[in-house]
């Protein structure tokens, strides 16, 4: 069964395509926490993080860092970090997908005192 990451890679599902390249997708998170939530996923299915060889790896975080620099803007993002999404075999989403998400710092309210 196709993941949701491979539907929309194909185009089965639609995105907001940030980036691509032969071997990545970046696209915006359709269920983000906060603007321009982020999310870079690599075109070959993958389960977890670590099932990626070292070359991938590093191709991942390097596409990542682009997507980043490119999109900062002048703001201050505060979180890329790797994961291996957990999902429920059962659910519609299928297996595991790896992916890099990132956002852009939002302003916090800090108590006084």
Known sequence: MATIFTKIITGEIPCY???ENEHFIAFLDINPNAKGHTL?????????LFDLNDSEYTALMNFSKQVVLANRNGS???????????LDSSSQ????NVSTQSFPETPRIRSVG
């Open 40 to 48: 870079c996923v690599p075109k070959k299915e993958t389960n977890k």
């Open 17 to 19: 395509k940030v980036h």
């Open 93 to 96: 989403y299928g297996k595991r």
């Open 76 to 86: 201050n993002w505060v979180r890329s970090s790797p994961r291996s999404r957990s």
